[in-house]
């Protein structure tokens, strides 16, 4: 047999080997991940796909050429996060993503039933959300412009454009109830937009579907399971209960003063008329509560049932409520005027206590979770802020989205006062609800609270620093230490640990939070009125302690919103603060919307079947061996792919993850999912795993892991790596190397040696793997993206 038949006869070559590389967060090009002008995709779209170099499109035709180094390919999946311009937006939707990361936090467990109770306080909080976002919007079109502003001739006269609703004109839309059903149309197209902007996220992510295939043994991880990518019927259910709680939340915001004033002026028909539509409005909102709390994720299958019944019950009797409703609010009442707040703005402080007693529940669920852990859990296993991560965070989304409620509510009640204070002497208009000024009134405490914090830690960092400088210039024996060089790598070094200080900061917000926002409401309720109404005439000192935080707190929120939207607006029209911005979201979306349909979309839900597919059909189109190669999000992408690979397909691939945040980052966020029992069960399944990590990266690091299949035990991780790569000036580093920290592992020496022995490890292929003849590689069609 000659050389060059050898060369080409799969029969006598070795297997051919493939490195799929996935990127992590901010995005990639394939020409950069593939350190080549001229790439081809094979498969996918502009959203996410496969590519190679141009001279590697054919690999599989000529597997000799290939014989002593894997065939480079690239997953490029930024622009599902970091795309176009209008996912800048979903900034707005911080506190829905917030609330949704808390459902994945829970402490891991062998109650099934009290971890099922967990998910189902955290969805009906994502539901409180909704609603407080939809009562935010109805406060300042229906509160604030519809009822206090245009019912005033004071304000009026400043603002021209209400003039046509003012009582004095006598006009059609003078009439208090029907300024606000005109009104209600600013709520009522936020709650369409959001339904329609999750629906349809919906059809571009979740109804993808995955491959078939057989659930594995019961008790293995739920990142196995074949539905826990496919959240198509689980979302649309939620979606449809928290667009009918919008809706009826609006409806509630005009039946709530109209009955009120009916039951007032004892007028029979109207009140009966009213009565009822307050009962339909319960009877349905329970019907949205229920739905919420039986949307469970189906993760042992795929789910493809659909629930139109219910759906079009929910939805058309909400919406068809509204209109009625609306007419009920419009109906002629000339002796109705519009006094002070509307009546339904109270109900801010209801559901500021409904999220607080949430949240308690949540909190003593994820005790009662964290002491059932499951066999081969250890105590420390349980996360962060033991086990109460997810309560933690649950409250931050509460948080935030009082903020921004209030931030808006409080801002266009200044901008329609013309410079006057809202509540005060001389003002036109009665301003938000108390409750909301008096959350922002605390606002200034917990800054102050956060700042000591701050002041702590960055001097635990400076003595941090101070320490590690004779560590350094341990590392770099033989060199001439310079105090500036020693400072810099000690201060890398330094800083990258403050990722671990995150739960301390976080428990410390919280605990101010919660404290100083269960003051606020009762203070609200105590003293029925702003904290500078309810302290007038009190000492000097107080009074004036009031009136700076609340109007301090105002400012502050109203700041706050006002950053947010410039920061949505630079991020549409600026390519890198959209990648700024999309960097955010790879780390928050990471997870499926299983609490809050309308919380920005799961990348995941495309890219883990994208993977763990191509793997699948690429070992069984060769019977090669797959190096996957993920760096940051990538390597927590490639776990999870991996996860979802039959035994069979995972015997061929190794995974080498390097600036990995598995267990620094996601594991102690995320136990149930990614705790070190998870992790080992991960690698006793695969055994060939390489992790890369150094001490300057703030976000990846080791996993820890010792493997059992060797008499020394040999370890996963495999630094930490040397940074920076020399420490002065030589012969091989003839000018300063940088301190890469979390980036360019692949320029490391290590990256190959653990890439070559990876590839060894895997042996060859099985009997029979390798089909006959290899054909081209699959969907090749030479598109080129360079």
């Known amino acids: 047999m000659t050389a060059d038949t050898t060369a080409e006869n799969p029969a006598v070559l070795p297997p051919l080997a493939l490195e799929l590389l996935v990127h992590g967060v901010g995005g990639a090009t394939p020409q950069h991940m593939l350190a080549d002008p001229r790439t081809v995709r094979l498969a996918g779209d502009e959203t996410a796909g496969i590519h190679r170099r141009a001279c590697d499109a054919d690999a599989e035709e000529h597997p000799g050429r290939y014989r002593d180094q894997p065939v480079p390919e690239a997953y490029c999946w930024s622009n599902l996060t970091s795309g176009n311009g209008s996912r800048a937006l979903w900034l707005l939707l911080l506190p829905f993503m917030v609330a949704n990361l808390a459902h994945w936090m829970r402490p891991p467990s062998t109650r099934t039933r009290l971890a099922r109770g967990y998910e189902q306080l955290v969805r009906l909080l994502a539901l409180t959300l909704t609603v407080l976002l939809v009562a935010a919007v109805c406060e300042v079109a229906m509160d604030i412009v519809g009822w206090q502003c245009a019912g005033r001739a004071a304000c009026t006269r400043d603002t021209t454009w209400l003039g046509f609703a003012a009582p004095g004109r006598g006009g059609w839309w003078s009439l208090p109830g029907r300024r606000l059903a005109l009104a209600a149309a600013a709520p009522v197209a936020l709650t369409v937009l959001l339904w329609s902007l999750s629906r349809r996220t919906w059809y571009a992510y979740e109804s993808h579907r995955p491959a078939d295939r057989d659930p594995p043994p019961p008790g293995t991880a739920a990142l196995s399971l074949p539905g826990f990518w496919y959240g198509r019927r689980s979302v649309a259910r939620l979606r449809t209960a928290h667009t009918a709680a919008g809706l009826l939340t609006v409806a509630t915001a005009l039946c709530v003063p109209t009955l009120r004033h009916d039951t007032g002026r004892a007028r029979p028909a109207p009140t009966v008329t009213g009565w009822v539509l307050a009962g339909l409005l319960v009877l349905l909102g329970a019907l949205a509560v229920v739905t919420v709390w039986r949307a469970d994720r189906a993760e042992s299958g795929l789910d493809d049932a659909t629930d139109r019944l219910s759906t079009h019950t929910l939805l058309g009797g909400s919406a068809g409520l509204l209109a009625a409703t609306a007419v009920y609010s419009g109906w002629q009442r000339p002796s109705w005027t519009s006094d002070g707040r509307l009546p339904s703005a109270q109900a801010f402080s209801g559901l500021t206590v409904l999220q607080g007693a949430l949240i308690a529940a949540l909190a003593v669920t994820a005790f009662a979770l964290r002491r059932a852990l499951p066999p081969g859990f250890a105590a420390g296993d349980a996360g ?403």
């Open 384 to 786: 962060v802020l033991r086990g109460q991560a997810g309560p933690a965070v649950a409250l931050l989304g509460c948080a935030l989205g009082g903020v921004l409620t209030g931030g808006v509510a409080q801002r266009a009640a200044d901008w329609l006062d013309r410079g006057r204070t809202p509540g005060e002497k001389g003002s036109a208009l009665a301003g938000p609800p108390a409750v909301l000024t008096w959350e922002a009134s605390v606002i200034p405490a917990v800054l102050v609270l956060l700042l000591l914090v701050a002041a702590a830690v960055a001097v635990r960092l400076w003595r941090r620093e101070r320490a590690l400088h004779r560590e350094v210039e341990a590392l770099y024996p033989g060199e001439q230490h310079h105090p500036v060089r020693t400072g810099q790598i000690a201060a890398a070094i330094a800083r990258a640990g403050l990722t671990d200080r995150a739960p301390l900061l976080i428990a410390v917000v919280c605990a101010a939070g919660f404290v100083l926002g269960g003051g606020a409401v009762a203070g609200a309720w105590a003293g029925g009125g702003t904290p500078g109404e309810v302290t007038d005439g009190a000492p000097g000192p107080l009074a004036a302690v009031a009136d700076t935080a609340q109007a301090l707190g105002s400012w502050l929120v109203g700041a706050g919103v006002v950053a947010l939207i410039a920061l949505g607006r630079r991020a549409y029209q600026d390519a890198s603060a959209r990648r700024t911005v999309g960097i955010l979201w790879d780390v928050g979306t990471f997870w499926p919307r299983a609490a809050h349909p309308f919380a920005p979309p799961c990348y995941a839900e495309r890219v883990v079947p994208d993977l763990s597919w191509r793997m699948a059909s690429w070992t069984a189109l060769t019977g090669g061996r797959i190096v996957l190669s993920g760096h940051s999000q990538g390597s927590v992408l490639a776990a999870a792919a991996v996860w979802q690979l039959d035994p069979a397909v995972r015997g061929r691939v190794a995974l080498l993850t390097y600036g990995c945040p598995l267990a620094r980052l996601y594991g102690r966020w995320f136990p149930a999912h990614f705790g070190p029992a998870r992790l080992r069960a991960l690698h006793d399944d695969m055994h060939t795993w390489c992790n890369l990590w150094r001490r300057t990266d703030p976000i990846g690091g080791p996993v820890d892991i010792v493997a059992a299949d060797t008499p020394a035990g040999s370890r996963v991780d495999c630094g930490p790596l040397l940074d920076p790569a020399a420490y002065g000036r030589s012969t091989g580093h003839p000018l300063p190397e940088p301190i890469l920290g979390h980036s360019d592992f692949q320029a490391d020496p290590a990256f190959a040696a653990q890439r070559a022995a990876l590839l060894g490890r895997l042996g060859p292929a099985p009997p029979g793997a390798v089909p006959a003849q290899p054909g081209p590689a699959q969907g090749s069609s030479g598109r080129s993206s360079g």
